[in-house]
């Protein structure tokens, strides 16, 4: 089972950026996904899930900025980010969850995970 994610870069702030993660090994339709980011010196964080049945949940910090939606048919999970600032410079990782499973937002509840993307948004 392999996460791929893609799509991080350098955008200036305001800017906008959408990160990409495709699946393999597994058909993860049933599986919740989501994406956590860790920024230099601080622990990794809840960034957006969707559920298998496709509702969604977001971080404060990111909510109206961001948005996080799935292909189903292409085994893959987006996030599309919106009015970046300086504060969402990070790596990002995409997860998958349990078979039928919610979103949580700690990272112990994740069972898959993708090797981050590089996100650096400049002031």
């Known amino acids: 089972v392999q996460l791929q994610a893609s799509g991080g870069g350098l955008v200036q702030a305001g800017g906008s950026l959408r990160l990409s993660c495709a699946a393999s090994?597994?058909?993860?339709?049933?599986?919740?996904m989501g994406w956590f980011r860790q920024a230099p010196g601080k622990e990794r964080e809840f960034v957006s899930g969707?559920?298998?049945?496709?509702?969604?949940t977001y971080a404060n910090s990111v909510k109206g900025r961001f948005t996080i939606s799935r292909d189903n048919a292409k085994n893959a999970v987006y996030l599309q980010m919106n009015s970046l600032k300086p504060e969402d410079t990070a790596v990002y990782y995409c997860?998958?969850?349990?078979?039928?499973?919610?979103?949580?937002?700690?990272?112990?509840?994740?069972?898959?995970w993708g090797q981050g993307t590089l996100v650096t948004v400049s002031s």
């Open positions: 969707m559920t298998w049945s496709g509702a969604q």
């Open positions: 997860a998958a969850g349990p078979v039928y499973g919610p979103v949580y937002d700690s990272r112990r509840a994740w069972d898959y």
């Open positions: 090994g597994r058909t993860f339709g049933n599986y919740p």
